[in-house]
Structures are given as C-alpha cells and as structure tokens.
C-alpha cells in the first residue's frame, strides 16, 4: 500500500498562493489516480479535485475551479495543489488520497483508500 505525506500549508492572507506538495512512497505511483479533499473544522471531508494517472484528466470542485490546479510529477512520485487567489473559506486541514482501482466515482471519499496525514491551510482575511 503507498504511503503519502502532504507538505507546504500554512498562513497565508487572502488573495495569497500555496502549492501544497504530496509524496508518495511504495508500489508504483503512476498506478493510482489521486485526490485532493479538505476537511474544515465541523464539516465533513469535501472533495477538491482529481487527476487521473498521467495527468491528462483533471477535475475541480466548483468552489475551486479556475482558482486551484492539480498536477503530477510521476518522476517524483509527487501530486501537487497550486491555490491561487485564497480566501478565507478555504481554511481547512488539506489531505491527498489515492483512488481504488474499482471505484466509479471520485467525489467521494469512500472511493480513496490510503491517505495522508493532511496539512493545514489558514486563510486570513
């Protein structure tokens, strides 16, 4: 099973960047398709976005869209999250996951099965 350890949240006011970093170790990274979710204190974990195995297909949740990018270094075993123009309402402990080989959909977090330990992003206003 491959191991995944987030890096690069913080501080950060609003309008600001973050590019937060995933690393995964074990079996073939280029293997799995991967996700982005966030969780805020007091609501469930919500899907970000996903990015299937070569990084040609990427998908947005639409409180991100054109503003967050996700994008893979299959070389370095590395899926990335750019965050542009930050707002406060997008505070929250960021995880990436890897998607199950036989899952159909990839909102959800059922269909991830390993995961990281997250990073937090705090947005100030």
């Known amino acids: 099973q491959v191991q995944l350890v987030e890096s690069g949240g913080g501080l950060v006011q609003a309008g600001g960047s973050l590019r937060l970093s995933c690393a995964a170790s074990?079996?073939?990274?280029?293997?799995?398709?991967m996700g982005w979710f966030r969780q805020a204190p007091g609501k469930e974990r919500e899907f970000v976005a996903h990015i299937n195995y070569s990084g040609g297909n990427t998908y947005y949740a639409g409180s991100v869209k054109d503003r967050f990018t996700i994008s893979r270094d299959n070389a370095k075993n590395t899926v990335y999250l750019q965050m542009n123009s930050l707002k406060p309402e997008d505070t929250a402990v960021y995880y990436c996951?890897?998607?199950?080989?036989?899952?159909?959909?990839?909102?959800?977090?059922?269909?991830?099965?390993?995961w990281g330990q997250g990073t937090q992003v705090t947005v100030s206003s």
């Open positions: 996951a890897t998607r199950k080989f036989n899952s159909n959909t990839y909102t959800s977090p059922h269909a991830y099965d390993s």
């Open positions: 074990g079996p073939t990274f280029s293997n799995y398709r």
